[in-house]
């Protein structure tokens, strides 16, 4: 029914940039939050950034004054913007939405992931 296929991920230097994209596609009638989760290897899955639409976002510490989440309703992309990169935030970068259906189902949305290195 609903389907979040993320991209941009990849290999950048410590201090370089990235910028992840997710979009949502399918029986959407609404749109409540989006945001990014990550996991490296042997810890577990924390969430990094998200945003509810029409408010503001909120952000893990470990990437305040670094990352930017930003969400475009017009198409359902959210965005992330990953500036100062540093060797800890290599991870698998998963996006994640709550939704709610055409037929008024809400779901709890899971992209496939993707890898992010940062590394010398």
């Known amino acids: 029914q609903v389907q979040l296929v993320e991209s941009g991920g990849g290999l950048v230097q410590p201090g370089g940039s990235l910028r992840l994209s997710c979009v949502a596609s399918g029986t959407i009638r609404r749109i409540n939050a989006m945001g990014w989760h990550r996991q490296a290897p042997g810890e577990e899955r924390e969430l990094v950034a998200r945003?509810?639409?029409?408010?503001?976002?909120t952000y893990v510490d470990s990437v305040k004054g670094r990352f930017t989440v930003s969400i475009n309703n017009a198409n359902n992309t959210v965005y992330l913007h990953m500036n100062s990169l540093k060797p800890e935030d290599t991870a698998v970068y998963y996006c994640?939405?709550?939704?709610?259906?055409?037929?008024?189902?809400?779901?709890?949305?899971w992209g496939q992931g993707t890898q992010v290195t940062v590394s010398s």
């Open positions: 994640n939405a709550d939704i709610v259906t055409h037929s008024l189902r809400r779901l709890n949305v």
């Open positions: 945003i509810i639409s029409g408010d503001s976002a």
